[in-house]
């Protein structure tokens, strides 16, 4: 039977991890992630890019630090954001699980397709 704190941890990361996807499924914060992973900006500098208010940015940063993508210093009055990609390995290792399945999968059938060849024209 699993225990109580095994359960919590467990729904703790995929919490986490829906955090992530959720963050990353919308292309304006990947390409915030892209800009952010270069250098530090502040919202700012980081709405320039992009044909949305400055609000938006703000809404987006705020996703983005939900699930922990991005950090926040203030220096002054203005807030500058960073990409924290740590979290992103959670989602990696996640997906490695059936990247292991997959290959699996076509070692499975490569191997009955060059044992069978006549099967398969």
Known sequence: MESSSNRLAQQA???????????????????????????ELSITALARHFPVSRVAISKHLTVLAQAGLVEERKIGREHRYQLNPAPLRQAQEWL???EQFWQEKLMTLKAQVEEHPEDYP
């Open 13 to 39: 990361r995929d919490t986490s991890l829906t955090a992530i996807y959720s963050a990353v499924a919308d292309p304006t914060r990947r390409e915030m992630m892209e800009l952010l992973g270069t250098r």
């Open 96 to 98: 490695a699980h059936y």
